[in-house]
């Protein structure tokens, strides 16, 4: 399957701006983590769209019901472990793929939340200014600032490398989402 088909995919289960918002912006970072580690870009960019596919219509199943509809659509058990990984507190994570789902998946979305109380958005936006916002408990207060820093750990990148790769990542897909007449913001 390609990046495309994995699109439609997602667009038969979840109809929703945020939840696909949400998809859209954790590809993005799986995005720059495949071209940081060299791997492959569009199985990794797959892997982060594809990661929520059943929380809309499955929201108690989650992500047992997304494994199912992935395994019926032919993809490989280090895919679907890794999509696994990011939801079951205790799966083992051992591939990069797994562990840097696992790592951007709040982070992401924690991001755009920064981005959008900005003038303008993403652009511009610091790597010094996310973490301010860290540090402000009732921002986004849902967020788990322990399991992004704990996800970041396994994967084994610093925090502030771990900011900007996913800023910068957000970023450079923002541009090319906009020419699709889509955003993240
Ligand atoms: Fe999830
Ligand atoms: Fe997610």
Known sequence: MNREEAFELLKKYVKTDSLIKHSLAVESSMIAYANEFNEDVEEWSICGLLHDIDFEMYPDEHPYRGLEILRENG????????????????????TLMAKTLFAVDELSSFAIACALVRPTKLEGMKAKSVKKKFKAKSFAAAVDRDLIRESADQLGVDM?????????GLQNREKELNKEGLSLV
């Open 160 to 168: 502030n490398e771990h900011l900007n790769i996913v800023i910068k």
């Open 75 to 94: 993809f490989s058990e280090e895919f679907i472990a890794a999509v696994k990984g990011h939801a079951v507190k205790d799966a083992p994570r051992e």
